[in-house]
Every structure is written in C-alpha cells, then in structure tokens.
C-alpha cells in the first residue's frame, strides 16, 4: 500500500484540531456518531485551553493510500519534540486563519518544517466567517513564504469545506516515505538490511509500561522482537506494535514507512527519549538515526508545598509526571523560608504553566510556585563553566570572573500602528532591534535579540496588553551571552531570605529591590522594634524601607504628677526597644512568603 506521512502545523485557535476532525471523517475513520471536538486531544486541560499539548499519531485510508498524521504541538516550548515529529514526515499542511493571518509561532514551525525538507501545502481556514479576508491572507503567505497565492487552498475545517480537495493535494504532493531526507543524506544507514525506528513521542500506561510513538525507517517491527535503544543503551522486548485509528490497533508488523505504536515493556519514559533510535541487525557499532539531543530546560522555579506534609506526595507527584514528560527536571532544595521542595526546571513558560495545573488538578495538591529564572552560567577564574540554576548558589562577587545568560532571538507580528510602542517594550527589556518588515500594509514583522530574563516574566503579558492582544511572538536560543548581572539580596532584620535572591541586570537592581522591599513592608508581621527591610547588591544596600515598631502606651498609668515621670517611662521603653533591636530575631511566618510569592 502507498504511504503519504504528514502532519498540522498552525496557531493556537487557527483551527488545527477541528481540521485533524474533518479529515477523520471525510476519510471515514471515525464514525459521525463516536465523533466528537478535538478528538485528537486527549486530555481534559487541552481541551479547556484550546492547544495542543501531546502529540498524537492517527492513521487513515484515502482512495486506496494509507495516510498517516501526526498532530503536534504548535507552542515554542515544545519546538524540539515538533522537530522530532517533522523528521517522522514528508509533508506539513500549514494552517491560517483567514481572520488573523500568521503568526510568530506558526513561522517559527514552517521554518523547522522547511529545515527537514517537507513539502509544505498551505491552505486558509475559516472562510466561511464575515471577516475573512482570504485574498489578502494569500497575499501575505506568499510574500512571507514565497507559495503562490492562487495555489494556496481555502478550506473550512468547521463546514468541511475543501477537505476532500485537501486529501487529494496530500496524495498528489507529499512525496512517499522512500524519499524522506534522511536517505538521501544518511544512505549508509539502510544498507545493511537492519531495521531503524525513530522515536517521536513516548507515554507512560499504568498497565504496559512505556508506548512509544515510533517511524519505521527500515526493515520491519514486531512484537517480541530483540531491539535496542541506542541512545539510551538499553534492550527490550515489545510486547505489542500496532498504529493508531485513532484507538489503539495491534498488527503483526510495523513496515518501514510506517507510523504506529510499540509497546516496550519498559518502567520509566526516561528510557525511551523522544529523538532515540530503536535498533535491531547485525552491526558491530550501529549508528543511530541522526537529529537527537537532549532536551535542555530553559526556565527554572522552586516548586513547594503549602503543607509540609505534602512534601512526600509532592515527590511521588513529580515522578509520576516525569513518566509522561522526559523533559521534566527535578531536585530537592531546601529554603530557611519555605520549608522543603523542589527545584524545577521546564522547557519554558507554558510547560511550567502546564506542570503546575497538572499537579494542582490530578494530584490534588496546593503548591507555590516561586518567581521563574533562567538557567545561567559562571566563568570561574580558571575558565571552568558552572551552570547556575538557583540564584543562592552563586558566590560572593570576586569568587568568579564573569556572568552569562541565554538570550533569545524574538521574532513579533503586530499591527502596524503598533510597532512604536513593541520597539519600546523590547528595548526597555534589553532587546537589539535587528528587522522590521511590512508583510502587508497593515502588519508588521520585528526581529529582536533578548535575554530570556526579559521574557519570561510578564513580558507576553505586557505584549498583549499595549497590542489590544493582537501581537504574537515566539522566540529560539542564540546562545549564551555575558551580562552585567549579579545577585540582589533581601534582608530582613539584617537576615538573608535566601527563597528571594535572584541574578538581575546592575542597572535595574534599584528598581527591583525598591519594588520588592515595598511588598516585604505590607507582608512581615510587625514587632516589638523597627524592622530594616533591604535589598543588597553584593555589599552595597540599594533600596530600603523600615517597619516601624509596635509601640505600648507605657504612660497610659499616669493621671498626673510632673512631666519627668512621663519622660522617664519613655525613655525607660526606648532604651529596652534599643536593645531588642540589637538582639531580637524576626521568625517571619511562611504563610508571609506564600502570601508574597503570590502576589
């Protein structure tokens, strides 16, 4: 049987997912009856939000061909496992909404798509809605990605209409798997009659262990098969391989080209990283697929309980998520102020985001979730590199010669009128203006380069805000940089608060300690004695404000006599407050912190 592998690429709400739905019914896989919205989205939280979260393979039949999709994320923080996905490809169908036009994200996706050479079929969606404005969308794609605006297809995915015509361009266009970019580049690798399968996507059952997510690239897959992970260094033997349709189907063999499921019988999806090599010939020191790395975190936080009796749970909670999630990064901390948890490092915004409604929804936990950094470096004075990824671990100054943070290059859609205000946005976080471009007469493409600092905290939010919502972003790693950065401390009563230090750019460490030691002020309980809140840069204090002291009416006993009796009572009660204040400890209670990280 032909085979034609392809996948969806689009925006959040462009229509990616009611597509995915139109298509399995057209192609008669799924009945009219056991249909439903989103079908490929199987959790409840994508499904709420409208994205996709976990990518999801799905077979279908077309006038004899056998069509297999693969439904993947559109989000940046997951543009490594879309990666993976588009080399398990040939074709990329890329969909714009007629109402909105591209956006930054959707970009970002084309060009991965492009890198792996896919065959791209653009089409508009929704243009049945009064707004739509398919020509000038057309118009916009072509000047954009160079594909000729009349051979562009207009479908929509809600009405069905075009979708049949969409399934013939894919016959017609994609070409078959034999003449997928890896064999013409790596030859060597299929010559030798072994079988190799990239793994694109792995989840954990409770019941069989790990099922990956698997393309055939040579020779065949069956169960009970000897086969190796060559990255991971593993064997297993798959007690099932089948394909999804979109419920799980068992065969006896997966053929090369194919796209489906095997069930590796392993415990833990670390074993089976996306991007890893399933193996199974006769060669000494077989190589594997190429295109893996690591996925590396981005984005880290310190994740604790509210109860500290939930800290047990809270670890068997994060190992239970990092069985569906391998990029998951996790390692107890211990902070004086929040009792113990766990440093957390996430692939971005979104994927914390993700993480911390999945522990508050399906393990019933109430966590806090502390302020996200970025992961940094230290140069020591012998050259050695350390990775920095919780603010208290970073010495003294002059225990180390320099400083570097990731940056990222930004690329922002907006409307036109809108461009003065973005450019000043990112430029008061750090960014280099590097493009401007005028897709149409009403949008605007900028390119910037940022550090991830600048992005991750309220930067989107502040975007959104000064566009009306209309402005989109996505953002890669150029690498690390070295910056003008050191570590701001909070002191309490002279005291450390280690759970609040955080690595700032020097220039904007006044403004950041003044905002932080203000909220401190309306959070720490009142004492017996004035309390100095402040913020330390190295040993130099660059904001304060003071409690002021609790004070007992200790001339309220008084009904007359000479003023000295009232004099001396004071100064009686000024001299104990003197000495509290050089001896006296504040114990701030964690429910201050929680109430302060929340803010």
Known sequence: MDIRNFCIIAHIDHGKSTLADRLLERTGTISSRDMKSQLLDTMDLERERGITIKLQPVRMDWKGIQL???????????????????????????????????????LANVFLAMEQGLKIIPVLNKIDLPAAEPDRRAEEIEKLLGFPAEDILHISAKEGTGTEALLDCLIEQVPPPEKNRLFSHSPDLFAHGSTRALIFDSTFDSYRGVVSSVRVFSGTLRAGQKLRLLRAGRELLPTEVGFLSPGYTPTKTLSAGEVGYIVTGLKNVVDAKVGDTLYSGTEARPAGLPGYKEPIPFVFAGIYPIAGDDFPLLRKSLEKLVLNDASLVFVPENSSALGNGFRVGFLGLLHLDIVQERLEREFDLDILVTAPSVAYEMVRPNDEIVPISNPSELPDAGKYDALREPWMKVMIFCPAEQVGAVIQLCTDRRGLHKNLQYTDPTRTELTFEMPLASIVTDFYDDLKSISSGFASMSYEPIGMREGNLARLDMLVAEEKIDALSQIVYRPDAHHIGEAWCKKLKDIVPKAQFAIKIQAALGGKIVARETIS???????????????????????????????????????????????????
């Open 68 to 106: 297999n999709l693969i439904d993947t994320p559109g989000h940046v923080d997951f543009s490594y496992e879309v990666s993976r996905s588009l080399a398990a490809c040939e074709g990329a169908v890329l969909v714009v909404d007629a109402t909105q036009g591209v956006q930054a994200q959707t």
């Open 549 to 599: 002291a609790l004070r007992k009416d200790v001339t309220a006993k008084l009904y007359g006599g000479d003023v000295t009796r009232k004099n001396k009572l004071l100064k009686k009660q000024k001299a104990g407050k003197k000495r509290l204040k050089q001896f006296g400890k504040i114990d701030i209670p964690q429910e201050a912190f929680f109430a302060l990280m929340r803010k």
